[in-house]
């Protein structure tokens, strides 16, 4: 499992409990169109989050710190859009497929978010 979250949303004095997670695996694989080259989109392609734009320049002895604002993660997550969660009545899932808008709004445009959500720095 890469993210495992649980929370509530709020939009307009509407309010979302929710959870959802995001695997890599089969369920992100992406079809190839020819089949000539099988290995054109390699699932480890998926689990890379890229670019990340940042300012440091390492040194040796130094410390590599990086800091997670997970809300940018759900900028474009439509929580009026939810399911249940199984079980419950009241909490809502955000499925772990890219064959929901939700699942893939909060795996490529949440996770995979390149401004807002990753912070890095690093100290001497």
Same mark, same amino acid.
């Given at each position: 499992?890469?993210?495992? $979250?649980? !929370?509530?949303?709020?939009?307009? !004095? *509407?309010? /979302?409990?929710?959870?959802?997670?995001? +695997?890599?695996?089969?369920?992100?694989?992406?079809?190839?169109?020819?089949? *000539?080259?099988? !290995?054109?989109?390699?699932?480890?392609?998926? &689990?890379? @989050?890229?670019?990340?734009?940042?300012?440091?320049?390492?040194?040796?002895? !130094? @410390?590599?710190?990086?800091? $997670?604002?997970?809300?940018?993660?759900?900028? +474009? @997550?439509?929580? *009026?859009?939810?399911?249940?969660?199984?079980?419950?009545? +009241?909490?809502?899932?955000?499925?772990?497929?890219? *064959?929901?808008?939700?699942? $893939?709004?909060?795996? &490529?445009?949440?996770?995979?978010?390149?401004?807002? $959500? /990753?912070?890095?720095?690093?100290?001497?």
């Amino acid at each position: 499992m890469i993210l495992d $979250v649980t !929370g509530t949303a709020t939009k307009s !004095g *509407a309010s /979302y409990p929710f959870q959802g997670k995001v +695997t890599i695996s089969q369920n992100r694989a992406i079809t190839t169109s020819n089949p *000539a080259q099988p !290995g054109a989109n390699p699932i480890c392609k998926q &689990r890379i @989050v890229t670019p990340i734009e940042v300012d440091i320049t390492p040194t040796n002895g !130094g @410390v590599l710190t990086l800091r $997670v604002d997970p809300r940018g993660m759900f900028n +474009t @997550v439509d929580f *009026a859009t939810l399911g249940p969660a199984p079980g419950s009545s +009241t909490l809502l899932e955000i499925p772990d497929t890219n *064959a929901t808008n939700a699942g $893939v709004a909060l795996f &490529r445009d949440g996770l995979h978010s390149a401004f807002g $959500v /990753y912070q890095f720095t690093w100290s001497p």
